[in-house]
DNA sequence: ATCCTCCACTGTTCTAGAACTCTGCTGCCC
DNA sequence: GGGCAGCAGAGTTCTAGAACAGTGGAGGAT
């Protein structure tokens, strides 16, 4: 029956919002653990617990003897998990957004071809987006779609309007299994000036193909994501012998 | 250059094998934090951060107002796709090698000193293997292991004996957990020379750490595969509603 | 120039409390 | 009997220090 929230969890949040407003760059040395305890105006240990928190999420490093450093955003990706990416990534408060890009007809490669069951010559809807987390670039995503949906599709606005819930709630198609493949890759001059690095960059490439119930299929995605900002994370347990 | 031993630390450990040894059924009640401080001559703050070691291994679970209490082991039984990442492709019928390269003892890095948990200045049992698929090398793999382990596994004879059995079989450790993150990165010329490609190329890092069932790390294994060779696939169901 | 020792600065561990919240029970009051 | 206030005992948060331990640089010795 009570708001009060400890002094550690407000501490937390506070250097949270510095890293995450770009108070603090990545690879920033914090200020020495007792200067901020003092800023504070709490204990060293009180002070530590805060840090703790944040070094749990992976936000800062602690380093005996050197000092507390910002730590570069990665981000976990749970592969067992099946909710999508942006789902992942805004359930852990990070603050995500998706920039719309540009849209087109255009005939596409083989592999689109193939995971979308086309005729040669039979042009596909292209959809390029920049997903942003904390208004830094994440990942460089290009959906290939059907020409027929495509052209539904193109009349919504993309710009503020979930691809999925286009295909939800304006042509009642709801997906019901995908496939998706991860490559690792290097990035070439396209997706590497869009997500602000230079080529050359490792990155994780993702192709998933999203089936409808009835089979069809409704999605080609092909997501860039630089190495550095992302990585897959799977928690194992293995069943037998126990104490 | 310094043997002792934080004293949380100590009591960590007695509290483990108390769980271990059966002095403490799963479900029981500890005695309370401050009669465990009591009994260990510490103060509750030290105490406590014994007992949040054990929390973050999910052997004890702490109940404000209620007491402290030993966590009954819940299995997944969900999670099926136990096979390792980096693991057996043995199961897809391809002829699977693993090569012995090399063992020593050194100092850690500072990311396998933090998974095994280990004080500075210890060092580690390192194992270079070499895995091949069809006699094409497929990844390299480095696994740490605490030099306490380390020393009995030294005895095997590992370029005939796998790790796991040596683990399982000549000590006695069965590895019931572990947690596997997955890198993009390119590859470093000792790499890129073992595994027979250029410098540069894009490859997955795999870093797992597993651990035993009284929660103590066992093993960390670094693999390198190249892009080229291997990629990640999983399959997707969405079942009636979902976010 | 090179090595080495020392030192300042950093994170880490620990003491000895005090006050707080949460839970379940007990006993009073109706 | 039913409800509710209070209480005891549990975990939680916090203070104000002190001492320990790892790092890297400054400055002296060689």
Redesign the interface.
């Known amino acids: 029956m009570n708001g009060r929230i400890p002094r550690y969890l407000q501490i937390a949040e506070t250097l949270r919002e510095r890293i995450r407003g770009g108070a603090l760059a990545r690879g920033a040395r914090l200020d020495s653990q007792r200067a901020l305890a003092r800023e504070f105006g709490v204990t060293l ?1 009180t002070l530590r617990q805060a840090l703790e928190l944040l070094e749990k999420d992976g936000l800062i490093a602690c ?2 003897g050197l000092g507390t450093f910002v730590a570069s955003p990665s981000i ?1 990706y749970d ?2 998990h ?2 999508t990416f942006a ?1 992942d990534l805004s359930a852990k408060g990070e603050a995500v957004e998706t920039r719309f890009l540009r849209s087109d007809f255009r005939p596409p490669d083989r592999r689109v071809a193939q995971g979308l069951r086309l005729r040669t010559g039979e042009a596909v809807f292209v959809l390029d987006r920049l997903r942003l987390v904390n208004r830094h670039p994440m990942s460089y995503q290009r959906s290939f779609l059907p020409a027929g949906i495509g052209r539904e599709v193109a009349k919504a606005d993309l710009a503020i309007t979930p691809l999925r819930n286009v295909l939800r709630f304006k042509l009642g198609i ?13 990035l070439r001059s396209l997706e590497a000036r869009e997500l602000g690095c230079r080529p ?1 960059t ?3 490439r993702s192709e998933r193909i999203s089936w409808a119930a009835d089979g069809a299929p409704i999605v080609f995605d092909r997501v860039f ?3 550095d900002r ?14």
Chains 1, 2 share one sequence.
Do not use: K, N
């Open positions: 240990m380093r005996h976990d592969i067992l099946l909710r789902g709801e997906v019901t299994r995908a496939r998706e493949t991860v490559f690792a890759v290097t050359g490792p990155a994780f994501i630089p190495g992302f990585r897959i994370t799977r928690e194992l347990q293995y069943e037998g012998a126990r104490p």
